[in-house]
């Protein structure tokens, strides 16, 4: 399966890698692991959605936010390998979300970017996860994903 191509199939663009701090990397390969830092949902170079999941964010809003944040690992990952095609697997992907209140739909929220991943590389995106509620985040984000995939 050619996921480089399926990515135009479902009419996505991927952002530009956003720069990390010199302390760290985006990603880090160990093995035939491939480790990402933690991306924000950031669109056209601003962040989206600040604030938390249960009192400023709705869950639409979340999952919407996913979306973005997955782009943005997508793109390191494209741009560490040189291409998609080089995942065997999708590994694990963890989310933090910045909530507040009574929320409950983590599991939700994070369905948007499970559903994508799967989308995109069929069989070999189906993955472990971890979701977490948090009190904050960079930047006043209301979410961060990370992933972890098998580079062949």
């Known amino acids: 399966m050619d996921f480089e191509k399926r990515l135009k199939e479902l009419f996505i663009d991927l952002p530009e890698v956003r720069p990390t701090s010199q302390a760290l990397s985006s990603a880090v390969q160990s093995g035939k692991l491939l ?3 933690g991306q924000l949902p950031y669109s056209e170079g601003k962040l989206s959605f600040k604030g938390k999941l249960g009192l400023e964010i709705l869950s639409d809003q979340g999952m919407l936010a996913a979306r973005y944040a997955l782009f943005h690992c997508l ?70 994903l990370a992933l972890v995939v098998e580079v062949r």
């Open 75 to 144: 793109s390191v990952i494209q741009d560490t390998l040189g291409s998609l095609n080089k995942v065997k697997q999708v590994v694990q992907l963890s989310g933090w979300m910045a909530t507040g209140g009574d929320f409950k739909d983590h599991d939700r929220v994070l369905d948007a970017a499970s559903q994508l991943l799967t989308e995109i590389f069929g069989p070999m995106g189906k993955h472990t996860r971890i979701a977490i509620g948090v009190n904050t985040l960079p930047h006043g984000a209301c979410l961060e």
């Open 35 to 37: 480790y990402l830092t």
